[in-house]
């Protein structure tokens, strides 16, 4: 990337052309007030006359001095300089302000003297004026010049409120275009981190056909997403291969113990073994259950949530009854949701199961639904798990003790696939002890 294409180049430029626009547009608009010439007041006539009377009083008080001298030499209070011309339109002044020949060409009538302002100075006239019985022209020239600085600021200062609009008229189209230049590519880049971010690997980086620093973070996520999906398949081709192998000695194991059981017939070791296979068999498959969830895209549905969470909490209560243990549940309400239905019902039903494995008594389930999500909290009143060991229950294998848990042959893995479903969902899942007991709340936005 070269320093033209940079962002911080295109900030310091965009400002930097920014304040150089307002501060030239400051400068020459009062230029460009040019007044056209207009008829010369009566005050002005006035002051033309008294002009040329100081100039002929000075004539007369040397006599010695040629026309051109007295007219070079001539300085009125005001700081106007005279300029005489001849009726063939001939100067006596050696050097003649361009102005002043400007306006001759507009005002050569003395019966109908002028005046015209322009920023570079003031001109008025003409004035007839006799010398030695030629008749001649006279113009008074007020050169503004070096007061132009001064006069722009005060223009300024009189008029805050156009220095205010002009500002602002100037500085909103930059600032704007400047702005949706740096946030419009970097808003598309947000939208796709958050689906990424939800675990929709498939993404599309928007393409940025820039070469600065925008365009070098979309390259950047776009290899990001390319490692994150090679090591994703990496560990899903790992997972289900080493579920694939472990189920080749699996079967063996199962097949000896049966001719086992056949030619020694039952006892409690082999019984042993036999529950020992099922547990590997029931791990094998929920590993396979959670490579397939994770890693094969699956066709969202619209759903009816009463109908899908029906079966599931009705088989809640029976398992719960069964186990002498009470199923408390509101109905969840009638509405529609775009889901994996599978994930929804397997992340449900998995803590559900956890809450009636681990319950003294009770389980409850509810649902709360806002405009935004919608919340599913199941509590029991077991024995709950230390506070220090609850953020690690998500993690695939992780299990409090395994001397609490032998009992309930759990593999670890089931609070793992509910959080892998409800993160592919945009949802999450929480879990805090209550009094007693574990209450895990599961959100999702619908
Ligand atoms: N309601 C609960 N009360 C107390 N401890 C719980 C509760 N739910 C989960 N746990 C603890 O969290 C651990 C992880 O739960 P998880 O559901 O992931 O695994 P599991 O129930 O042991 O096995 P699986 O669900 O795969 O059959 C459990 O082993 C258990 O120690
Ligand atoms: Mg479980």
């Given at each position: ?21 307002l501060?030239?547009i ?138 205010i609009l002009i500002t602002l008229l100037v500085s909103t189209p ?273």
């Amino acid at each position: 990337m070269n320093l033209i294409n940079s962002l911080f180049f295109k900030i310091f430029a965009g400002f930097w052309l920014l304040i150089l626009i307002l501060v030239a547009i400051l400068v020459t608009l009062p230029k460009l007030e040019q007044s056209q010439p207009q008829l010369l007041d009566l005050y002005g006539i006035e002051l033309l006359d008294k002009t040329s009377h100081a100039l002929f009083s000075q004539i007369t008080r040397h006599p010695e001095r040629s026309l051109k001298e007295a007219i070079d030499k001539f300085r009125h209070p005001s700081r106007f300089k005279l300029y005489a011309m001849h009726p063939d339109g001939r100067f006596l002044n050696d050097h003649v302000p361009k102005p002043i020949r400007r306006f001759v060409i507009d005002s050569e009538n003395i019966s109908k003297p002028m005046m015209w302002k322009s920023h570079k100075g003031i001109v008025v006239g003409p004035i007839s004026f006799y010398y030695n019985q030629e008749p001649l022209l006279l113009y008074a020239y007020k050169n503004l010049n070096h007061e132009t600085n001064r006069l722009v600021l005060r223009w300024l200062l009189d008029n805050p409120g156009l220095l205010i609009l002009i500002t602002l008229l100037v500085s909103t189209p930059v600032c704007l275009l400047l702005a949706w230049h740096l946030t419009s590519p970097l808003r598309q880049l947000q939208k796709a981190s958050d689906q990424i971010a939800k675990g929709q690997l498939d993404t599309q980086i928007p393409q940025q056909q820039r070469k600065d620093e925008i365009g070098e973070l979309a390259n950047g996520m776009d290899h990001m997403v390319l490692s994150l999906k090679n090591m994703l398949a990496g560990q899903q081709r790992l997972l289900s291969d080493i579920s694939h192998e472990l189920r080749s000695p699996l079967t063996r194991l199962r097949l000896a113990l049966a001719i086992s059981k056949k030619t020694q017939g039952e006892s409690a070791e082999l019984a042993r073994i036999d529950v020992e296979a099922d547990r590997l068999e029931q791990m094998i498959a929920d590993l396979l259950g959670l490579a397939r969830n994770q890693f094969q895209p699956q066709d969202i549905q619209t759903v009816q949530l009463d109908s899908l969470l029906e079966e599931l909490l009705a088989d809640a209560h029976f398992e719960a009854e069964q186990k002498g243990k009470q199923f408390i549940y509101t109905e969840p309400p009638a509405i529609e949701l775009r889901a994996y239905p599978g994930l929804i019902s397997s992340a449900i039903e998995n803590v559900i199961r956890n809450a009636i494995k681990y319950a003294s008594s009770t389980i409850k389930f509810d649902c709360q639904l806002t405009h935004k999500q919608i919340v599913f909290v199941i509590e029991d009143d077991g024995p709950g798990i230390p506070d220090h060991e609850i953020a690690h229950i998500f993690r695939p294998f992780y299990r409090v003790s395994e001397a609490r848990d032998r009992e309930s042959g759990g593999t670890g893995l089931g609070l793992a696939i509910c959080d892998n479903a409800m993160h592919k969902h945009g949802g999450s899942v929480e879990a805090h002890n209550g009094e007693p007991g574990l209450v895990v709340t599961l959100t999702l936005p619908v």
